[in-house]
């Protein structure tokens, strides 16, 4: 096999993982709360951007840079819950898609306004390791890493503590869980406390390989969203696997063609997808 092409499966794989916690959180929200929260690629462009801010303008060390963004998207996804998705959850899924779009083209103006449409990055250049011969990114590794051990703890979360039992029983059953006394109300600001936080991960994650500007949500929300849809919306297992598949579609389709048409590529599998397995390739599972 030509070497640059397992290089490009390699290093597919990688981003693979930072996909897939993306989808991972905008699953787990869809799962729980019913809703799809468009502009969830631009709480992960908030979260770059207040990393860049407090390692570059106030000497703030990148690890507690990123941990501060991950509490501060967290903080995030609390008040779109409070501000935006309360009032509107009983109202029609179009109205729910309505609003979180308009919250989306917001952040990206209220961005542009305070920020400029400048690319900006925090000046870390992190190695190319190289393994036979074959040249990883140290910054893709680190990613990959980090987002896996994100994962395994959502995971963890989710089986062993008491309010992870009740995510998971309130996204397959929300009337029943009602009657047996669980408060939706604190599972929802849970769930979008979390779920704000893996985009926060992902934040400080995505920040050590790209620079940071208003539409940077741009490049990766339609992809989330595809691979939320092509797995199974609300389906974690279907998302995780569905974000290797598009992360394959795009690192192999690149290396045989362009990076612009790999994803050409990718949106057709979407597309065909939608009318072979309108539900996903894992369905309604979890």
């Not at 869809?30 to 801010?53: K, P």
């Not at 919250?103 to 305070?114: H, K, V």
């Amino acid at each position: 096999m030509d070497i640059f092409l397992v290089e490009a499966i390699v290093n597919g794989l990688l981003l693979g993982g930072v996909l897939a916690l993306l989808a991972l959180g905008l699953n787990l929200i869809f799962g729980v709360i019913d809703v799809v929260w468009i502009a969830y690629a631009e709480l992960v462009m908030c979260g770059m951007y207040a990393i860049y801010w407090l390692h570059t303008y106030y000497g703030v060390p990148l690890p507690a840079a990123a941990v501060i963004a991950v509490l501060f998207v967290a903080l995030l996804g609390v008040l779109v819950h409070k501000l935006i998705i309360a009032p509107i959850l009983g109202s029609a899924p179009i109205n729910q898609l309505l609003a979180t779009g308009g919250l989306l083209f917001f952040l990206q103006s209220f961005a542009t306004l305070l920020f400029g449409a400048d690319f900006r990055n925090v000046g870390l250049r992190l190695p190319i390791i190289e393994v036979g011969e074959i040249f990883v990114s140290f910054a893709r590794l680190l990613a990959f890493g980090v987002a896996l051990v994100g994962m395994v703890g959502l995971w963890l979360f989710l089986k062993r503590t008491y309010i992870g039992i009740a995510i998971r029983a309130i996204a397959q059953d929300r009337e029943v869980m009602i009657l047996m006394g669980v408060d939706p109300q604190r599972v929802y600001l849970v769930t979008s406390a979390i779920g704000g936080g893996l985009a926060g991960l992902a934040a400080a994650l995505l920040v050590l390989q790209y620079d940071v500007h208003p539409s940077i949500g741009l490049s990766f929300g339609p992809i989330t969203f595809m691979i939320c849809v092509l797995g199974g919306l609300g389906s974690m297992i279907g998302g995780f696997v569905a974000a290797f598949i598009m992360s394959q579609i795009i690192a192999i389709g690149g290396f045989y063609t362009s990076i612009e048409l790999s994803y050409v590529l990718a949106f057709l599998l979407f597309i065909v997808m939608i009318f072979v397995r309108p539900q996903g390739i894992f369905g309604g599972r979890s």
